[in-house]
Nanobody, 127 residues
Framework: VQLVESGGGLVEAGGSLRLSCRASGMITSVFNPATLAWYRQAPGKQRDLVARLASGGTLEYADSVKGRFTISRDNSRKTIYLQMNSMKPEDTAIYYC??????????WGQGTQVTVWGQGTQVSVSP
């Protein structure tokens, strides 16, 4: 099983991004009842929960993203989404998708970088 993430990138403050995470190789009977989540880790900080969606529909969001981010799932595509709106520079982090199946086994994506720039943001460019 491999969780394949996409959708990260560079966005201006106030803008939007949508992250996707496809569970490649996971059978439907494992994906459908699983709890799905997105975490993020900023430089020098621990990995924190952003949003969680249980199979029964129970939702949980970090206070910092409530009203701006939305987690959703498409069972037919075995894919998790994170819609991020009204983004802020403090949303800059590596975002990881996570699946916990009914046996308690954890699966993690490889991480995708999200960078939100605003006025005063320092940008470095490498050749």
């Amino acid at each position: 099983v491999q969780l394949v993430e996409s959708g990260g990138g560079l966005v201006e403050a106030g803008g939007s991004l949508r992250l996707s995470c496809r569970a490649s190789g996971m059978i439907t009977s494992v994906f459908n009842p699983a709890t799905l989540a997105w975490y993020r880790q900023a430089p020098g900080k621990q990995r924190d929960l952003v949003a969680r969606l249980a199979s029964g529909g129970t939702l949980e969001y970090a206070d910092s993203v409530k009203g701006r981010f939305t987690i959703s799932r498409d069972n037919s595509r075995k894919t998790i989404y994170l819609q991020m709106n009204s983004m802020k520079p403090e949303d800059t982090a590596i975002y990881y998708c996570n699946i916990v199946d009914v046996r308690g086994i954890n699966y993690w994506g490889q991480g995708t970088q999200v960078t939100v720039w605003g006025q005063g943001t320092q940008v470095s460019v490498s050749p």
